[in-house]
């Protein structure tokens, strides 16, 4: 039982070291790799947390953040960007060292928040929240920081990987609000997709302070 | 045999796979609006029924009048869409290929919105809104320009946030009601989670509670989480304007009142109703104060949606049976005149081809009938009586002024300050020279003065039936 | 009773003399394998001990500018190195002098050395070695953070500082795969790389000032003084495996009260690993190439986001555990 705890620990953490991979990979390309990385490593988890807890129905679950997150979603964008011809260094808002620092910040706020909160939970329970609320923070982090549209929505699709192992580690939650969630990415790809090109078409760059300049509230 | 409240969520999510295969956009305008009248017969029908508690899905008092209320102006906005959208492919902002598109999207979203209304399922709620708020970034984008785009990418980033927390918020809930409840279904099931929240982990539920408030009330348009909501509503087309201040704002705010009742259940938790206080508070007069540099018609009126939820947000805040009427009546009122408005706002558009104030003026003289309509409209959101808006917020501030006199000073000033600037714009845009195009309007004048007509009516006076069901919900929301 | 003191004793001065002796091989092993994998002879396994011998057979000249501290603090560094490397539990944990072997203590003797090395780099007024001396102590500055939470993890982890405890706590446990541990590893790594001056943080084959680090601050020094310093920095090197190896894979480690026989099985162990990680030093130092000065900052920044992560998790585990 021990063992089974370890490895459900040891996949989250892997998780949340993807987080800060990709706040500190200063090329698309990478960060691009960074998310597949941490989608895989979801996959694992979901599909552990499956296996060793006797939930068969997480198994389609992982099934899908393999397909989709792990595999689909990068490769597309990996050819979208390539299709775009953006150069392929990601532009900062705040340095690597800072945006590293705030997201260790993040982390003992998440886990700080955690422990104060549920102390009735059960054990494996509790750390995997913490972790997971540790990587939606990051995910949210990575969305501020960086100012390339591409790298804006691959912070989003990680924030919804630390949902996703959040709503693993809750026991029990029906399979509804899973399909449900991979249908959503689905339609987040879909617009992601056709905006992206729009913005290129209109912009010729995807650096969103270019798109900062037609801010409304200046008219 | 379809009960009504399947009925509400299927028959447009049917008509939205039909219509995407139909050809030729006056077909789907037509199809649009068949399909909207049936979802709207549904609520009524709904209105008339009994009231269910199901796995999945709820009827109760607080929420048969807010679908009657969306299908309703489900039904008028489509035809008001139907002429207008003619008028937008004259002048070449949309190619008919895309219109195919739109009404399916249109019907979708709809669809989205009822189940939010209607779920029962603290998860399908949430999936309800998302699709209905993706499906509204894909359509604020529609006309392609550089500003729309913008629009339409703010508008997806924020609401994407909003979306992840409020999900995380879902989770924070179903930890908290799973020693109670058990694993599954029922955990996630709302009507047994707000009837054993007292026997809930306090602290989890203040937690969650706070990622549900951010993450809901990003989509309220709560300051200051609010800067998707000017440009979304200036850059996408009017119908969806119209829909997004009308509607998915409202239903945004049913839901976060549906977790505000949940917490009511457990006393231990957090109470709610001070942020919520200070969150309208700061909205409402933040909007009124932004109100006076807008340039753009349509923006203009999105800071006033912002200042309208502030209020309600604050009302609803307050407690208490006499605030959460006021807030719910408000939320009705608001719905109507506001979707009226942005219908106005589409002929005034049409008619002057320009969005810009500066370019709009002396309609008094060029178009007197639709001065006047849209006269009455501004006066009805400015809350002067006997429109429907003067007895809401009359009712908030009384309440507010005999429970804290000193409070009601706040979103009084808010509103007089608002009062101000609307009617400096109107009288702006109403009388004064004509200058620029007059162009004919194409579109109907019938959704505008129908719901002009309601608040009216609601005004002057509210059925004793409609009375009898705001109580009840007001009494639900504690 | 005074036999086994004096088997102790005897014990503890063999595990003083052994880093001592093995330190300038486990430095040809990796030279070797360097060269080997470069498709070059490299030189013989023993030509540490030669390059030793050479040095402090030659004169050592000085610079005039030179002042005390540039005379002494090559013995003061050998003789710091020496007795961290000496303090690291090799083949046995239970040793004589072992209450000392504190982590912490590890840490501030070495930090002494490093200081009193950057303080030689810049005494003789030549830019080199102040670039040098700059740069040593900005890798510092962001190692030792890094350090102090790993061993602060470890010691939380294993209940005690004395790195004896430790080792007895890793040798107790089953293969346990914890990500505390494991991450703490990785930062490790990473410090003990930027700490002996290995790619991708330093070459320790260059003299191009653009790339020198450790290299630069030595510049002025030959003869026996530079063969302590090299000493030194060999002895640092089998520090660092051999805390690499106690913590993270101390199989093989005979435990404390143990007799001779299990110390050989230990001594056989050690000098597996030791050779066998510095081996893997090699091969690393090859496949990757030297990091920009500029980018160091952000990598010993990851060492101390995993170190500070780890802890995270481990005070998360304790309190679940406990």
């Known amino acids: 039982m021990k063992l089974a705890y370890e490895i459900s620990h040891l996949l989250a953490g892997v998780m949340l070291v993807a987080s800060f991979a990709l706040l500190y990979q200063q090329r698309i390309a990478a960060v691009l790799n960074a998310f597949a990385a941490q989608s895989i490593t979801l996959a694992l988890a979901v599909a552990w947390a499956a296996w060793s807890e006797d939930r068969p129905d997480l198994f389609i679950t992982a099934a899908i953040a393999l397909g989709l997150k792990g595999v689909l979603i990068p490769v597309a964008l990996h050819r979208t960007v390539t299709r775009l011809g953006v150069h392929r260094e990601v532009e900062k808002v705040v340095g690597v060292g800072m945006a590293l620092l705030v997201g260790l910040a993040l982390c003992g706020l998440s886990q700080a928040l955690v422990v104060k909160v549920a102390p009735a939970m059960a054990g494996l329970g509790r750390d995997e929240l913490a972790l997971a609320m540790a990587i939606v923070l990051l995910g949210f982090l990575m969305m501020i920081v960086r100012r390339n549209a591409v790298t804006q929505v691959v912070g989003f699709m990680s924030m919804e990987n630390g949902l996703i192992l959040a709503a693993t580690g809750a026991r029990g939650m029906p399979l509804v609000v899973e399909v449900s969630v991979a249908f959503s ?22 650096d969103i302070e270019a798109l900062d300049r037609m801010r409304g509230d200046r008219r | 045999m379809i009960e009504a409240y399947q009925a509400v969520v299927l028959v447009p999510y049917a008509a939205a796979v039909v219509l995407a295969a139909l050809p030729g956009y006056r077909v789907g305008a037509v199809g649009n609006v068949i399909a909207s009248a049936a979802a709207f017969a549904a609520g009524l029908w709904l209105m008339l029924g009994p009231q269910t508690v199901g796995n999945y899905a709820i009827v109760d008092e607080f929420n048969v009048l807010f679908l009657a209320i969306n299908t309703l102006v489900g039904f008028t906005t489509a035809l008001f869409s139907a002429s207008y959208i003619g008028h937008e492919i004259e002048t070449g902002r949309l190619s008919p290929g895309f219109l195919r598109f739109y009404h399916a999207m249109f019907q979708a979203m709809m669809g989205s919105m009822n189940l939010a209304l209607v779920a029962n399922n603290i998860g399908l709620m949430w999936v309800g809104l998302e699709l209905a708020t993706l499906i509204t970034v894909v359509m604020v984008g529609l006309y392609r320009t550089p500003q729309a785009i913008e629009a339409a990418w703010k508008y997806f980033i924020l609401a994407s946030v909003g979306i992840s927390l409020a999900f995380f918020g879902t989770i924070l809930i179903y930890l908290a009601g799973q020693p109670v409840l058990g694993e599954g279904l029922p955990s996630m099931t709302w009507s047994l989670l707000q009837a054993t929240a007292g026997r809930m982990d306090p602290a989890l539920l203040d937690l969650a509670f706070i990622f549900l408030l951010i993450g809901y009330g990003t989509k309220v348009g709560l300051a200051p989480l609010h800067a998707w909501l000017p440009d979304a509503h200036a850059e996408g087309p009017t119908p969806i304007s119209a829909v997004l201040s009308g509607l998915l704002l409202n239903v945004a705010l049913y839901a976060l009142l549906r977790f505000k009742m949940l917490m009511a259940g457990q006393p231990a938790a957090l109470d709610p109703g001070p942020i919520m ?7 409402l007069i933040f909007a009124a104060f932004m109100l006076y540099q807008r340039r753009d018609i349509k923006r203009f009126f999105a800071y006033s949606s912002i200042e309208h939820m502030g209020l309600m947000v604050f009302a609803f805040g307050m407690g208490g049976p006499l605030a959460n009427f006021a807030g719910l009546l408000h939320m009705a009122m608001h719905s109507l005149t506001k979707s009226s408005i942005f219908f106005a706002v589409g002929h005034v558009a049409q008619a002057k081809g320009t969005q810009r104030f500066a370019e709009i003026r002396g309609l008094s003289v060029t178009h007197p009938r639709l001065a006047v309509a849209f006269a009455l409209a501004v006066l009805a959101i400015a809350g002067l009586p006997p429109f429907g808006v003067f007895a809401s917020e009359f009712l908030i501030l009384t309440t507010t002024f005999a429970r804290l006199p000193w409070l009601a000073l706040l979103p009084a000033f808010g509103l007089l300050v608002g009062f101000g600037a609307l009617l400096l714009r109107l009288q702006d845009t109403i009388f004064g020279e004509p200058i620029g195009p007059a162009h004919r309007v194409d579109a109907s004048s019938v959704p505008m ?13 509210l059925p004793p039936l409609l009375v009898v069901w705001f109580r009840r919900a007001a009494e639900l929301l504690g | 009773m005074t036999a086994e003191v004096a088997v102790q004793f005897l014990a503890q001065g063999a595990q003083m003399a052994l880093v001592l002796l093995i330190a300038p091989l486990a430095v040809g092993v990796t030279r070797r394998v360097k060269a080997r994998l470069m498709r070059r002879q490299g030189a013989p396994l023993l030509q540490g001990y030669r390059d030793l011998a050479k040095l402090l057979r030659k004169e ?9 501290l540039f005379r002494t603090a090559p013995y003061l560094i050998f003789a710091l190195t020496w007795v961290a490397a000496a303090l690291v539990p090799s083949f046995a944990s239970g040793l004589m002098f072992n209450w000392a072997a504190d982590v912490v203590a590890l840490v501030a003797l070495l930090g002494a050395a490093r200081a009193l090395l950057a303080l030689a780099g810049m005494d003789v007024g030549t830019s080199f070695g102040g670039i040098g001396s700059s740069r040593e102590m900005m890798i510092a500055t962001l190692a030792e953070p890094a350090m102090m939470l790993i061993v602060l993890t470890l010691a939380i982890a294993a209940g005690t500082t004395r790195l004896a405890g430790v080792a007895d706590f890793f040798i107790a446990e089953p293969l346990a795969v914890r990500v505390s541990l494991a991450l703490s590893l990785v930062a490790l790594v990473i410090v003990a790389l930027a700490e002996n001056a290995r790619i991708p943080v330093d070459n320790p084959m260059t003299h191009l000032e653009l790339t020198m680090v450790h290299e630069a601050m030595v510049l002025e020094y030959s003869g026996r003084h530079l063969a ?9 090197l089998t520090l660092y495996l051999s805390l690499l190896i106690c913590l993270f894979a101390p199989f093989g480690m005979a435990p404390a009260a143990a007799g001779p026989g299990s ?6 162990a050690w000098t597996a690993k030791l050779l066998l990680g510095a081996a893997l030093l090699g091969v690393w130092e090859v496949s990757i190439a030297k990091m920009r000065v500029f980018r160091l900052p952000d990598f010993l920044g990851v060492a101390f986001v995993f170190a500070f992560i780890a802890i995270l998790l481990a005070y998360l585990s304790l309190g679940a555990a406990a």
């Open chain 2, 277 to 283: 206080v200070v969150m309208g508070l700061v909205s």
């Open chain 3, 60 to 68: 050592s000249v000085l610079a005039e500018s030179a002042s005390w």
């Open chain 2, 449 to 461: 003065v129908l719901h002009l007509m309601l608040v009216l009516a609601a005004g002057l006076y």
């Open chain 3, 228 to 236: 302590l310093i090299e000493a030194a920095s060999m002895l640092k």
């Open chain 3, 263 to 268: 110390w050989a099985v230990g001594l056989g």
């Open chain 1, 185 to 206: 990415v689905l339609i987040a790809l879909f617009v992601f997709a056709v905006f992206v090109f729009r913005i290129r078409e209109r912009f010729d760059t995807i």
